[in-house]
């Protein structure tokens, strides 16, 4: 992908902040992980080698969802919400994934099994095609998104984390370290017919490291446009 093709930008604005986003959508790098899954750590290095990406934010977007339903096997995961087990079976119901398990990828709202060639784990290429910019606007715990379009959309909007470290003691991964990044810490959906819609963070900004949202025709999981970046 060429700067023709998408550009991002963020600037700076009294007690907040402005992303925006136009050309072609970012490749949204969704993974299902959870830290009582022995094949898991792997799968979570992968994603963290994303950081130094070049196009990280402009051109791709990881999202870590922890899920909950291997708590049982003997390690709650911290990270781990029922609701991000609720969206993989979601993807399940509407055929975007095969079946629910772990470690799990979606790339641009398709099920991505080429983690799993050991000979080649290049990521598919991006074939979205460019639409108007998108942009995001923080001002304290508030967040508006907006987008020109008559249509109604759905928006929705993904707080993520970084830099985490979790020793195991009991579960499959007993005796590990484990490090996790990109970690969906909280994520909100909304639907609009005027292209604005307006979010708001309850938690505590100070542990939030990045933000990344994104459109979509309302009931459907094709992204129209997306913009994410780091929150100072």
């Given amino acids: 992908m ?8 963020v600037s700076s604005i009294s007690a907040g902040q402005i ?13 299902f992980t959870s830290e ?29 969802y922890h899920v909950d339903y291997w708590d049982y096997l003997g390690w709650q995961d911290k990270f781990a919400k029922p609701e991000f087990s609720q969206l993989q079976r ?10 629910v398990y ?9 099920e991505w099994r080429g983690y799993f060639n050991w000979v080649n784990r290049n990521l598919p290429d991006n074939h979205q095609a460019e639409a108007n910019q998108l942009t995001l606007v923080r001002k ?7 987008f020109a379009s008559s249509q109604t959309l759905d928006a929705t909007i993904v707080f993520l984390s970084n830099d985490q470290t979790t020793i195991i003691r009991s579960g499959e991964n007993k005796g590990k370290t ?24 309850s938690g505590d900004l100070e542990h939030i490291d990045a933000v990344a949202a994104w459109v979509t025709p309302a009931g459907r999981f094709e992204r129209i446009q997306t913009v994410a970046g780091k929150i100072e």
């Fill in 36 to 64: 009582g899954c022995s094949s898991c750590p792997p799968a979570d290095k992968y994603v963290s080698k994303l950081q130094t990406h070049n196009e990280l934010w402009n051109g791709i977007i990881p999202i870590v």
């Fill in 140 to 146: 304290g715990q508030k967040f508006e998104l907006k």
């Fill in 102 to 110: 772990t470690p799990g990828f979606v790339v641009d709202g398709k």
């Fill in 19 to 31: 992303w925006t986003h136009q050309g072609q959508p970012a490749q949204v790098v969704e993974l």
């Fill in 2 to 9: 060429t700067a023709l093709l998408a550009l991002s930008v």
């Fill in 178 to 201: 484990l490090e996790h990044d990109f970690i969906a810490v909280a994520r909100q959906q909304a639907r609009s017919d005027d292209g604005h819609w307006q979010f708001e963070y």
């Fill in 90 to 99: 979601l993807y399940q119901a509407y055929d975007v994934v095969s079946s």
